[in-house]
């Protein structure tokens, strides 16, 4: 019900911007977050987006260089990727919780109710 796409393979200090899909269902009234999970590693949460817009949140390894942006339509949330590197390859997930409060957004991925397939990243040194 949600896909993940636009990952590929990009070198070092370049810029990729993911979108999440959705079939289905209806997402508007859904947090919505984006995760990651390198390889070897667990599942991380990378940033998201409260229900009602204003809730912002990232994780502190890509604060200033991801943005979750929005463009106030019906589509999902999608992730402004800048100055990646190689501690940024991993697949990436999109989800929704759709038991957030409005104002909220959870960084713990069992919140999250719906996944979609990933979209890998890969970034040469």
């Known amino acids: 019900q949600l896909q993940a796409s636009g990952g590929g393979l990009v070198q070092t200090g370049a810029s990729l911007r993911l979108s999440c899909a959705a079939s289905?269902?209806?997402?508007?009234?859904?947090?919505i977050a984006w995760f990651r999970q390198p390889p070897g590693k667990e599942r991380e949460f990378v940033g998201g987006?409260?229900?009602?817009?204003?809730?912002?949140a990232y994780a502190d390894s890509v604060k200033g260089r991801f943005t979750v942006w929005t463009d106030n339509t019906d589509n999902l949330p999608s992730l402004q990727m800048n100055s990646l590197g190689p501690e940024d390859t991993a697949a990436y997930y999109c989800?929704?919780?759709?038991?957030?409060?409005?104002?909220?957004?959870?960084?713990?991925?069992?919140?999250?109710?719906?996944w979609g397939q990933g979209t890998l990243v890969t970034v040469s040194s």
């Open positions: 989800a929704a919780d759709s038991r957030s409060r409005w104002d909220s957004v959870s960084s713990r991925s069992s919140d999250y109710d719906f």
């Open positions: 987006i409260s229900k009602s817009g204003r809730k912002i």
């Open positions: 289905g269902r209806t997402f508007s009234r859904y947090a």
